[in-house]
């Protein structure tokens, strides 16, 4: 079987996925150069259907006209909540660009709460604190709790009025390069069933992150990790991969998020017994602990005996109580989630207590790149032409656990960096791609439509999502981790025995789940790899066999994967600049000790 490509089309600036990172980098170029070519890909049927529009709680910034706050315990917060694993240049520059982001976006008509005053109202999340941990702080602010959409339908109203083309329901499956630099993407059009190239200055992955590998996650379906694939196949590395964070608070069953929101207006997390445990893991913050280490008490909690069991969800979980807070709580800062609880297991909030059990949430490892978003082939090389921004980067400002409302504020301003970083290649010509355009591309795809055998894409699948979430969990051991690398291997070869019922390029889902299969293979096996050779405990990786951080691993992990299977790892230092520059805060980002 012979594919072939349908067409070429040119841009100036391609954005592989139109979430709130991608949309906000476009946005950016569109604003400081009127009339730039900007085409975005995204593999839903509307941008607004990404996954940045389901988030709730806020996004931390510190209004400089706060009289408690400061962007100094921002940094301090950023860096212990990572386990000390955040780059602090990228912190430093994250948190100094914060506010601007904020009036950025309220400028551009973005409805935030507001508070009795009229000013942006501001809640507290796990890990932020003033004057280094003395307190929490009022650091997030928000749009209800549907904070996500807010930003989503303010980014694309102005990218629209910028000029820009979307491509929708379509997958970039290949990096295309004109020797070093990377110069486009090939493009499978679900649609039409069309292969498409398209030729850029500037590429920026925008691709958000990897949820589906696990089975029970707050994801969305199109988070399959394709970035990871990408990457790797372009003989890129990948950072962190293990660095995976699970939320405490997913509604138990479909593991959808019930955000922190939930804690931070005052919800309290209750065992079997009605007992209010948190106090025993962390005295002073309580619920609000970073998440990490509130995701471990809860999962203790049960294997202690002390969850509850309930036939209809067939699986343990421990309570958040809600009953407690006033009316109006309610009905203004979480009727969202008040609306899943109801919705998902016919719990009314108000009234009940909610069933929750800690939920794979976010990746904070991924495409490693510096502070301007710029794609790194090593640990001191970039690859020209490439950027990478929002959850599929790995800039490392959050380093080993990210803590809540961190994300969206990385999003905005990683994707304002790359976009400015990303003009200065836009001047010139277009760069010729070389190699047979799309050939890995066409072989893949003509290997899933011939192959003759009995497996099915969704039974892989499953049995993946199942053994990361029981192997390469919240807790970790080495035998686990060997027995997924193990049997992630075996359900590789699984997979190139799936034949695919109906053959046909056009609309066929099930071609399109089995690739994006391999890209949770690819994906998974980076992850476990990852989780395996990092033997010591870091944030949302917990090795039970190694308890504690290790001194020795105080750095970054660069993993190469050319061949399935076959992993290469690099070390990278982690930035210290906070540390090593000196001044009046230097000791509080140093190697410090996490307790809350
Ligand atoms: C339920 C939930 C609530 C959250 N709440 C908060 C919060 O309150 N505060 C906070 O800071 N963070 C929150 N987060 C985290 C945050 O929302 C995400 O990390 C962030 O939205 C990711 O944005 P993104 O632009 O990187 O990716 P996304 O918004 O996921 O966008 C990715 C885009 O890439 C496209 N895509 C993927 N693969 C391909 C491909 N192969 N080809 C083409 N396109 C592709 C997708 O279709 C999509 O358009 C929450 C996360 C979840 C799951």
């Known amino acids: 079987m012979k594919l072939r490509l349908s067409k070429t089309i040119s841009c100036d600036l391609l954005i592989l996925g139109a979430g709130g990172a991608g949309l906000r980098c476009a946005a950016e170029v569109l604003e400081k150069r009127p009339g730039t070519k900007v085409v975005a890909i995204t ?21 400089p006209k706060d009289p408690v706050d400061k962007p ?30 904020i009036l950025w976006l309220e400028n551009r008509g973005m409805h935030f709460s507001r508070d009795m005053d009229g000013r942006l109202a501001k809640r507290t999340f796990g890990g932020h604190t003033i004057n280094f941990g003395e307190a929490s702080a009022y650091r997030a602010v928000f ?17 629209l009025r910028g000029g820009i083309s979307f491509i929708h329901q379509s997958m970039a499956t290949e990096l295309l390069f ?9 493009v499978f059009c679900q649609k039409s069933g069309e292969f498409v190239a398209i030729k850029a200055k500037a590429v920026v992955l925008a691709m958000g992150g990897c949820g589906q590998v696990f089975k029970v996650t707050t994801n969305c379906r199109q988070n399959t990790g394709d970035h990871l694939s990408l990457a790797v196949q372009a003989g890129l590395p990948v950072m962190d991969p293990e660095a995976v964070q699970f939320h405490p608070t997913g509604i138990v069953g479909p593991g959808i998020l019930a955000s922190e929101t939930l804690r931070s207006v005052g919800g309290i997390l209750r065992n079997r017994d009605l007992e209010a445990f948190m106090e025993k893991y962390a005295p002073k913050m309580r619920e609000l602990a970073p998440r990490d280490l509130v995701a471990r008490a809860i999962e203790t909690e049960i294997r202690e005996g002390k969850g509850v069991f309930n036939q209809d969800h067939s699986i343990e979980h421990v309570w958040i109580d809600l009953r407690h807070l006033p009316e109006h709580v309610h009905r203004t800062q979480i009727p969202e989630v008040a609306s899943f609880f109801k919705k998902f297991v016919n719990v009314d909030s108000r009234k009940e207590l909610c069933p ?65 970083k990303a003009l200065e ?26 192959t003759k055998g009995q497996a099915k894409v969704g039974d892989v699948r499953e049995k993946l999502r199942a053994l990361m979430t029981e192997k390469v969990g919240v807790f970790r051991v080495e035998g686990g981790l060997r027995e997924a690398v193990t049997q992630i291997a075996e359900l590789k070869a699984q997979a190139m025995e799936i034949a695919l019922v109906t053959r046909d390029l056009a609309m066929n889902q099930e071609l399109v789940e089995r690739w994006e299969l391999d ?55 982690v930035d210290m600049s906070l540390f090593n520059e000196g001044g009046p805060h230097a000791e509080k980002f140093g190697m410090i000790e996490r307790k809350y």
């Open 178 to 186: 004109s020797g070093e630099r990377c110069a486009g993407a090939m």
């Open 425 to 450: 290649y836009l001047e010139g010509e277009l760069p010729e791609l070389c190699g047979d355009i799309g050939e890995n591309t066409f072989q893949t795809f003509a290997a899933y439509l011939q």
């Open 519 to 573: 890209n949770l293979l690819t994906s998974a096996m980076l992850i476990a790899t990852g989780a395996l050779h990092r033997k010591d405990s870091r944030g949302g990786h917990f090795r039970e066999d190694y308890p504690q951080r290790s001194p020795d691993l105080d750095s970054h992990s660069l993993l190469y994967m050319e061949e399935f299977g076959k992993v290469k790892i690099e070390k990278k230092p």
């Open 43 to 63: 593999k839903v049927a509307h941008p607004q259907k990404s996954h940045t529009s389901t988030a709730q709680g806020g996004l931390a910034a510190v209004d």
């Open 143 to 159: 749009e209800a709790d549907r904070t996500g959409k807010g930003i989503m339908d303010t980014l694309w109203g102005e990218v």
């Open 72 to 101: 100094v315990y921002h940094m301090f917060d950023t860096w212990k909540g990572s386990d000390c694993m955040a780059d602090q240049n990228v912190v430093r520059k994250i948190v100094e660009a914060g506010w601007d982001e």
């Open 356 to 420: 929750i059990r800690p939920s794979n949430h976010y990746h904070m490892g991924g495409v490693p790149t510096n502070s301007d978003g710029e794609v790194l082939r090593d640990p001191q090389k970039t690859v020209p032409g490439l950027f990478a921004v929002g959850e599929c980067a790995c800039a490392s400002f959050h380093g080993f656990n990210r803590l809540g409302t961190n994300s969206l504020l990385e999003l905005i301003t990683m994707g304002r960096f790359a976009g400015q």
